[in-house]
């Protein structure tokens, strides 16, 4: 029975990691491919062409499954809190936007010609989308299992 429960938990594990994954790919085409598309192309000599980032696609994916799977592997372990699981996700959005995507955009607006409006563009639009992925991690449950652990009948 307790091994059944084990499969369950890291079944339910990767399948949160492949559901945030996803959805982080799909927000950053939408923040990154469609709503700053503009602001990319106002700077396309700063950039690779076409041809040449589409050749290097396969790391996108690299990119947004290490998301999915860090996310998930840090929230399973992130301590429960006092409130509710909404906050909780909101919370840990907040965190990971935080500790990566606000620093990096700052970094790259002072390493790189972009604009500030372009840089705060990016950070305030990332941290939405960390915060939306911190709730769906908040709604997908990921340390839940399905199963009730052995000798603890009433969870």
Known sequence: MRRQWERTVRKRFWICCMVVSMAALT????????????DYLALAPLYRTQPDASARAGWILAAYGS???AMTWLYV?????DTTAGWRGMRFGASIAMVSFVPWHLLAYVGQP????LAMKQVALD???????????AWLQPERAELPLPGHADR
């Open 67 to 69: 998301i999915g799977i």
């Open 114 to 117: 972009l604009p500030a409006a």
């Open 127 to 137: 941290v939405v989308a960390m915060l939306l992925l911190g709730l769906l991690l």
């Open 77 to 81: 372990r992130m301590p429960a809190a």
């Open 27 to 38: 927000l950053g085409f939408l923040v990154h491919g469609i709503v700053l598309r503009a």
